[in-house]
């Protein structure tokens, strides 16, 4: 913890020692070139392109393509406006569900309570006492992952988050496992520390300290590769041209997209056929979150099994004393977390 904080100290001091410096280096590409410095002329030949839309004025800030914040969201069919605490929020139709969203949903979670405190690179974590899917959300309360938490006595698999033979010690629960799955990349789950605050999607826009918006006069910068990542697009580079071209599509949250971000889903495989008003359930042979998609592959839901034997809990989907049964688990109770509306799941 010592370590992190002397980190951010170093990284706020290397900020306010260097802002002046920055703050020349990024208004110099809007002057004449008789003002800029070797190192900034090497740099005023670089292009951006955003889905075949070539983006006017982009820039180079800190060794890293920065394009106009505007220009960004109007390239990639979303929306930019600010909030009475001056931050930004670009929304697509990739928007994380918030709690509120989940709660319509899925009354089962009216009970949920905060279980931690924020935690950088997972959020604040909402649940209940015993076997639960938990919800990490960010500040704004829009969901980040699904986490579930493993007795140790249970045994270890491989798409959990801990190394084998390294459990955690949690209060009230004893030594357990635990397996989160992002619905974002968790570098980009950490509090703003200076720039300005740029939420994409329900994201703040950083990977690093270095890496947020940046005021150029009157207009927002924001780096192109770190957006483009976080909203899952695709970007290359050509080096003749000095051009980076990107793509972006608003096609909601999909299996593929948490394959990328949550490496230990390879041992995952599709579990179930379809299924009316929950669509193909995707899982792993042992404890695990299940994930359910449609059948074009957008993420619908997550859902927990748990063996009866270990008792019932009033967010299960059956009711006391009446467990399902699952083959190749025996009695099971059930958990089930919709993103959307089940009977638009097709």
């Known amino acids: 913890m010592r370590f992190r904080w002397f980190l951010f100290l170093c990284a706020v001091l290397f900020v306010v020692v260097n802002s002046a410096t920055a703050g020349a280096t990024a208004h110099s590409h809007g ?184 005021m150029v006069g009157e207009t927002l910068y924001i780096p192109l590769r770190t957006a483009v990542d976080l909203l899952g697009g695709s970007i290359t580079w050509d080096q003749a041209s000095l051009t980076a071209s990107a793509t972006v599509v608003a096609s909601g949250i999909t299996y593929d997209w948490l394959e990328q971000i949550n490496p230990a889903m390879a041992k995952y495989q599709a579990i179930s056929e379809f299924v009316p008003n929950m669509g193909i359930h995707h899982g792993a042979p042992g404890p695990h979150v299940t994930v359910m998609t449609d059948s074009a592959g957008k993420v619908v839901g997550f859902e927990l099994v748990a063996p009866a034997a270990s008792g019932w809990a009033p967010w299960f989907d059956q009711p006391e004393n009446q467990p399902m049964e699952l083959e190749g688990l025996g009695q099971v109770y059930t958990q089930h977390i919709y993103l959307v509306d089940p009977a638009s799941i097709q």
Request: proline share 9%.
């Open 31 to 214: 002057t004449a070139p008789a003002t800029q410095s070797k190192a900034q002329a090497e740099f005023a030949g670089h292009k951006a392109v955003i889905n075949g839309q070539a983006i006017p004025h982009a820039l180079v800030h800190k060794n890293r393509l920065y394009v106009p914040a505007e220009a960004f969201a109007t390239a990639i069919g979303a929306t930019m406006t600010t909030d009475e605490a001056g931050v930004y929020w670009i929304k697509t139709g990739k928007d994380l569900p918030t709690v509120a969203q989940l709660k319509e949903l899925n009354p089962a979670l009216a009970g949920y309570q905060t279980l931690s405190p924020y935690i950088p690179g997972m959020g604040i974590h909402l649940g209940m006492p015993g076997p639960a899917l938990i919800l990490p959300v960010s500040y704004e309360g829009t969901l980040n992952a699904v986490e579930i938490l493993v007795p140790a006595a249970g045994g270890w698999f491989p798409w959990f988050d801990q190394p084998e033979n390294q459990p955690m010690e949690m209060e009230g629960a004893g030594l357990v496992y635990s397996q989160h799955i992002y619905l974002t990349q968790p570098e980009g789950l950490v509090a703003e520390n200076g720039g300005v605050p740029v939420v994409l999607d329900g994201r703040y826009l950083s990977s690093g300290y270095d890496l947020k918006g940046h």
